[in-house]
């Protein structure tokens, strides 16, 4: 199962506001040792936002969602989710009694329109304020303030996914190869690492450098501990013999 992550709203795509959804659910998949597969940024666009669900759904994947579930007109998320999964929009009668315990008679009659959600919704609870978020299938939707979303987001995983938790996730090892060498010149080595250890991903950071280092690449080979190592060490080693070229090592087996 993929994990991907949707975050809404044209004052992201416009500038107005820096995303801080992506480095924190980066941080707390990471914490669980599981890893953020794709993202997207997806302004207030309903069919935009019902698209992309669409394309999720099928290919079955684990999303989260921030922004957009709130009750001014900008807000299209509620509505996309219930097109996208074909099902009506109706209201919620528990989110609609917490939101009335948050907001007594305040809580009618627009605060009420954060209940509504398509029909077979379950709730996310909300720690801050009690207006919940809701879950359809692999999908959850979260607010788009982080003191909310965060939280909310861990509930998710912890409640609803702790069978996906990795007590032995994928490491990291990187190197960094200074000397005369550029990509096109490694690419035999990069291709034969990348045949002789299946699940193994790497990456290729080109620099063109300043005085003090010159023009250098930083790779990366990430996967399942052992593999990863393996790969490491075998292209490490390629390299060292390659006329030139003179290796730092950024992240050892040790450091991981």
């Not at 003191?147 to 409640?159: G, H």
């Not at 991903?201 to 996967?223: M, N, Q, T, V, Y």
Request: net charge negative; hydrophobic share 45%; charged share 30%.
């Amino acid at each position: 199962m993929k994990i991907g992550l949707f975050v809404l709203g044209d004052e992201l795509l416009s500038g107005k506001r820096q995303d801080r959804h992506l480095p924190k659910v980066i941080e707390l998949l990471g914490a669980r040792g599981m890893s953020l597969d794709w993202a997207r940024f997806i302004g207030d666009d309903m069919a935009d936002i019902a698209e992309a669900i669409r394309q999720t759904r099928v290919r079955g994947d684990l999303v989260l969602s921030c922004g957009g579930i709130g009750a001014t007109p900008d807000d299209l998320t509620r509505q996309a989710a219930a097109l996208a999964f074909e099902r009506p929009l109706v209201r919620h009668p528990e989110a609609e009694a917490l939101i009335e315990a948050e907001y007594g008679d305040k809580a009618h009659p627009r605060r009420v329109l954060m209940a509504d959600f398509p029909e077979g919704a379950g709730l996310i609870p909300n720690p801050v304020n009690r207006v919940a978020g809701f879950f359809v299938d692999h999908h959850h939707f979260v607010p788009g303030f982080p003191d909310m979303a965060w939280p909310m987001i861990e509930w998710v995983l912890d409640t609803r996914y702790p069978h996906l938790r990795n007590p032995d996730p994928a490491v990291e090892f990187r190197l960094r190869a200074l000397g005369s060498s550029a990509e096109s010149d490694l690419l035999d080595l990069m291709e034969d690492v990348l045949a002789r250890f299946p699940g193994v991903k790497l990456s290729s950071l080109p620099f063109r450098g300043d005085a003090e280092r010159g023009r250098h690449i930083e790779f990366g080979l990430r996967g399942e501990r052992p593999r990863a190592a393996a790969a490491f060490e075998h292209f490490r080693e390629q390299l060292c013999r390659r006329p030139g070229v003179v290796l730092e090592l950024l992240r050892t087996p040790a450091d991981s």
